[in-house]
Nanobody, 121 residues
Framework: VQLQAFGGGLVQPGGSLRVSCVASGFTFSSYAIGWFRQAPGKEREFVAAISRRGIAYYADSVKGRFTISRDNDKSTVFLQMNSLKPEDTAVYSC????????????????WGQGTQVTVSS
């Protein structure tokens, strides 16, 4: 089982970035995929998740700015991030779970390595 996050980088405030999570080793379409982030000195927090059926959930802090989507044929989940703010700076990680409760990190079985997103001028 492997989850790999790609696409992080440095972007100016107000800019956009798309991060991707590519999965392998399990039946991707049977799993919900979530994005979580962790900034230095802070706890990991929920960002967005997409259910097996494609229903999207967002943290209040990113609602209206971020969009999560999935392509089951490519076993990939995308997180489009617009209107980025300095407080969005963090390591973004993706995770997979076959269970409900997809807003909660402890419900996830598989985790990928993170990708750094830095929002700064």
């Amino acid at each position: 089982v492997q989850l790999q996050a790609f696409g992080g980088g440095l972007v100016q405030p107000g800019g956009s970035l798309r991060v991707s999570c590519v999965a392998s080793g399990f039946t991707f379409s049977s799993y919900a995929i979530g994005w979580f982030r962790q900034a230095p000195g802070k706890e990991r927090e929920f960002v967005a998740a997409i259910s097996r059926r494609g229903i999207a959930y967002y943290a209040d802090s990113v609602k209206g700015r971020f969009t999560i989507s999935r392509d089951n044929d490519k076993s990939t989940v995308f997180l489009q991030m617009n209107s980025l703010k300095p407080e969005d700076t963090a390591v973004y990680s993706c995770a997979a779970t076959p269970r409900p409760g997809i807003l909660t990190p402890r419900n996830y079985d598989y985790w990928g390595q993170g990708t750094q997103v830095t929002v700064s001028s």
